[in-house]
Every structure is written in structure tokens, then in C-alpha cells.
């Protein structure tokens, strides 16, 4: 099999050859899988014995902090600054996880005299860990962390667009101590490799973040075997703007919030929902900035925003853009790609708005996962909460107003895994992170990001067995 060339979205330099892993190694990275945790020395570690191990790889992680960035910003293409971001915040869920699988769970159950009835928290087994290309390490960090916290072993498949600092992840968890057969890597297309994973009768849970239709996909391989399966499919964020909101505040949210990352974040505020009222002044300017926002090398220190990941993403947003004018959108700035030579041999999209979208377009109901942002007006508070509920995503929204009580009845109606209140984007490693909808099923990050590498089991004890005579 040729090597697959793995790609500086900047300037198409290639950075990596890699093999893809066969459907035989895939079989064999499960089955080293199952084989650890069925006859393994780690399903028996200690939590505190975990802890540490995940204490060390935060440890490894932040003395290769400068190496890791830079391979993920000429993987992914997205800033330096990002990438930082990104490592600093990977570190920071291995550190909480290993708070977690220092403390001991158990719950014990009053059931009354001569029992002793307690529910133990034990790991779910051998996990399958998918994730995409625009978060590469911190999704999988995600996944990988409160797994081993949990006591789980795994198969981790990064993107085949952006593998390399996932490849760095597990060199370092093993430079950690982490017991053979634990974490096993498998690289390749997840058209090829993924089945053979996903539908593989060793393997008891599998994590996916990424598109719609592949997490559907995964669902149904998962189905047969009845595996447990966690999803989190991306969304079509509404950033609700009523006209009292703190103007500048708003609007510098507004824009990074669909514009960082070149707009590939599952939680990307896309939809700007903003009141009649402050419409115009609001609309200029955001144009205005967004014309003034620096693309370039992500490794330059005046880039403020990379290209798109790949050649075939970028056709995808071309695409939505087209059918966004057919469907008669209004555009405001952008919609094609740059004229700077320097960025020609990059996948680069100009920050692009449209004005005078409604909810029955497919730019504002699709996910198109680039530096587009769509705008929809409202008068009425209830108006506003059902345009913002109005997608089959639920993943992130938010809402800004000077009034208080507003912004939490608000929030409190909005159908989205997270909510934000004059803000756009900020998550801890403690608080939940999920969609409602078909933005998902189960949680990241918090205490439920822990729950879903875990089994309940209840141990039930009598400490003074007597016949029942129920057949006597
Ligand atoms: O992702 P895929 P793609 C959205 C975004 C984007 C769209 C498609 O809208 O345009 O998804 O992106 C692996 N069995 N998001 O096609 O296919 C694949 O190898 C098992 C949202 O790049 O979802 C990769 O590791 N695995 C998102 C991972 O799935 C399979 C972030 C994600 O790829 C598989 C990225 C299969 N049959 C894109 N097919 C978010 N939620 O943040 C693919 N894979």
C-alpha cells in the first residue's frame, strides 16, 4: 500500500508519510485491546496508581508543549497561539481526570439490617476512541483521558487529515508507564479502518466525534453487537443578540466566534440571531472587521487565522456558499477565496457574511464548518428562542442582553448542550460538554465524561442469610 502524504493545509508541503494500518493490524490493535484488559495488570491498578500515570503525562505533555504545537498547527493550519491553547488545555483535563481517579466512587445503599449494598464503579472494557481533524490532540484527549482514568483499555483512530500529534500523544502516555496492550494506535481512512473497529465483538464502547452522517454510520455498526456509543456530531450554534446588548463585547464575541479556527469548531456561533433594532449598525460592523482580519501561515506571529484543512473541506464550503446565493441569500463580504499570491497554494476562504438568511435556508440549517457566518433578525424575545431552537443540531448557543433575567429565561429555553450568557466559547475541563438533539448522545469533560467509560455495578451483600421459604 503507498504511503499517505500527510499535508501543511498552508502551503500543501507534505509533513509526514505515513502507512495506514491494515484491516489485520486493526483486528490485532482490538484483540491486544481485549487481551490487556481481560488478562492485563492495568484493569487492577490502584485509582491513585492511574492518577499518577495521567499526572506524568501531563507533565510529559507540557515539556513537549512547543514540539506538539508546532505540529499541530502545520497539520491542522490553525495558529500557533491556538495550538498553544490547545496543549495548555489537554493538559489541564489529564490533570483533572487524575483528580477523579484519585477519588473512590462507591456509593453504599442504606437497604436496612444484615446488608451491606453498595454500587461500585468499574471500567466498561475495551474502548474505541474516533476522533476528527479540527481539535486533533484536545479531542482526543478528551476520550483518552477519562478512559484511562476509568480503568478502560483502548484503540485510539485519529484523522487520517491530522494524525501527528495524536501519534505523539501515545508515545508519551507509554513514555509514562502505561502497561503494554493499553493504548493501542491505529492510523487509516475511517471508511476502511473504522468498521473493522466499530463492529468488532471485543470491543464494548465506542467514542466518535465528528460528522452527522459518519456518526450515523457508526451507530448502526454498533447496533449488532450492542455496543455502548458516544457521539458528539457538531452543531449549527444560534448567537443570540437582543439591543441591549454590550455592543462592543458583542460584537468582538460575534466574530470569534464563528471566525477563529477559520470556523472548523463543532461549536462555531454561526448563526447570528440579532435584534431589528441594532441590526445595521451591529451588521457594519462586523463587516468591517472581518475584512480586516489577518490569514496567513499559522506559524506566523501576525497570522490571525489559518486556511481550511483540506482541498476537499474547502470544496464543501464553496458548495454552501453557492447554494446559499441560489437560495438567496444576501453577501455582505467574502464568499470566495483570497487574491494575496502568498496564500494561493494554501486551502484559504475569505471570513464571508450573508445577510437576510431565514430559517428554511440550507446555509443556515447545514453544517458547513468554515468561516461563514449567517444572519436572521427578530423583534420578539419568544422569536428569537425559536429561531435559536429552530435546527436538528444542539450543541452550543448564547445569548446577550443587558438584562439579567432575560439572558437566564433565555438560556434556560434554549435546547443546546451549553449555553453561554454574554459570552461565546469558553469550556472547563469540569463542566459537561455534549448536544442535545442530533448534536449527540452522552457528555465529555466533567464528572459524566468519566460516567461514560464506567459500568454501575451493585454488590449486593447478606451478612446474615436466612431461608425464604417462598417454594417451602
Ligand atoms: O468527518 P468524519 P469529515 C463535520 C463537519 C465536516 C463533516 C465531515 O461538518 O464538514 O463533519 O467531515 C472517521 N467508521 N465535523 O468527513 O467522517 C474519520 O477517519 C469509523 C464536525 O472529515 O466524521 C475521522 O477519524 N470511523 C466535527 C473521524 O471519523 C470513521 C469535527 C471523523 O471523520 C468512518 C469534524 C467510519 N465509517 C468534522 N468514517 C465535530 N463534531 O467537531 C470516517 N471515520
Not at 490502584?46 to 508543549?65: C, D, I, M, Y
Not at 458547513?368 to 444542539?394: C, K, M, Q, R
Request: one cysteine or more.
Amino acid at each position: 500500500m503507498p504511503k499517505r502524504e500527510i499535508i501543511n493545509p498552508f502551503n500543501q508541503a507534505i509533513i509526514a508519510k505515513l502507512d495506514d494500518a491494515t484491516e489485520e493490524e486493526a483486528r490485532a490493535a482490538v484483540l491486544a485491546a481485549r487481551a490487556a484488559f481481560d488478562a492485563g495488570e492495568w484493569p487492577q491498578w490502584t485509582g491513585p496508581r492511574r492518577a499518577a500515570l495521567l499526572r506524568r503525562v501531563a507533565e510529559l505533555l507540557v515539556r513537549n508543549k512547543s514540539d506538539l504545537a508546532r505540529w499541530e498547527t502545520v497539520d491542522t493550519g490553525k495558529t500557533i497561539v491556538e495550538s498553544e491553547i490547545d496543549i495548555d488545555d489537554v493538559v489541564s483535563v489529564f490533570r483533572y481526570y487524575a483528580g477523579l481517579a484519585e477519588q473512590d466512587h462507591t456509593r453504599t445503599v442504606d437497604v436496612g439490617p444484615n446488608v451491606v449494598s453498595k454500587v461500585v464503579y468499574e471500567p466498561v472494557g475495551v474502548c474505541v476512541l474516533i476522533t476528527p481533524w479540527n481539535y486533533p490532540l484536545l479531542q482526543a484527549s478528551w476520550k483518552i483521558a477519562p478512559a484511562l482514568a476509568a480503568g478502560n483499555t483502548m484503540v485510539v483512530k485519529p484523522s487520517e487529515v491530522t494524525p501527528m500529534t495524536t501519534i505523539k500523544l501515545v508515545e508519551l502516555i507509554e513514555e509514562a508507564g502505561v502497561p503494554a496492550g493499553v493504548v493501542n494506535l491505529v492510523l487509516g481512512a475511517g471508511p476502511e479502518v473504522g468498521p473493522v473497529l466499530t463492529s468488532a465483538p471485543e470491543v464494548d464502547l465506542v467514542s466518535f466525534t465528528g460528522g452527522l452522517s459518519t456518526g450515523q454510520s457508526i451507530m448502526r455498526a454498533a447496533a449488532d453487537t450492542v455496543k455502548k456509543i458516544a457521539l458528539e456530531l457538531g452543531g449549527k450554534n444560534p448567537n443570540i443578540v437582543f439591543a441591549d446588548a454590550p455592543f462592543e463585547a458583542a460584537v468582538d464575541h460575534a466574530l470569534t466566534g464563528v471566525f477563529l479556527h477559520a470556523g472548523q469548531v463543532c461549536s462555531a456561533g454561526t448563526r447570528l440571531i440579532v435584534h431589528a433594532d441594532l441590526h445595521d449598525e451591529f451588521v457594519a460592523e462586523l463587516v468591517r472587521r472581518a475584512e480586516t482580519i489577518q490569514l496567513g501561515n499559522g506559524l506566523a506571529p501576525d497570522s490571525r487565522s489559518g486556511p481550511l484543512v483540506s482541498a476537499e473541506h474547502r470544496a464543501k464550503v464553496e458548495r454552501h456558499v453557492a447554494q446559499a446565493i441560489v437560495e438567496g441569500a444576501t453577501l455582505l463580504t467574502g464568499g470566495r477565496r483570497p487574491d494575496d499570491p502568498n496564500l494561493a497554494a494554501g486551502f484559504f476562504y475569505l471570513p464571508t457574511i450573508f445577510d437576510n438568511c431565514r430559517r428554511d435556508m440550507s446555509i443556515v440549517q447545514e453544517e458547513t464548518f468554515g468561516p461563514i457566518l449567517t444572519v436572521e433578525t427578530f423583534t420578539e424575545e419568544d422569536e428569537a428562542v425559536a429561531l435559536g431552537n429552530d435546527t436538528d443540531y444542539g450543541l452550543a448557543g448564547a445569548v446577550w442582553t443587558a438584562d439579567r433575567e432575560r439572558g437566564r429565561r433565555v438560556a434556560g429555553r434554549l435546547r443546546h448542550g451549553t449555553v453561554w450568557i454574554n459570552d461565546f466559547g469558553p469550556y472547563v475541563p469540569q463542566a459537561e460538554w455534549g448536544g442535545f438533539k442530533r448534536s449527540g448522545i452522552g457528555r465529555e469533560l466533567g464528572p459524566s465524561g468519566l460516567a461514560e467509560y464506567q459500568e454501575a455495578k451493585h454488590v449486593y451483600e447478606n451478612t446474615d442469610p436466612q431461608p425464604e421459604n417462598w417454594f417451602a
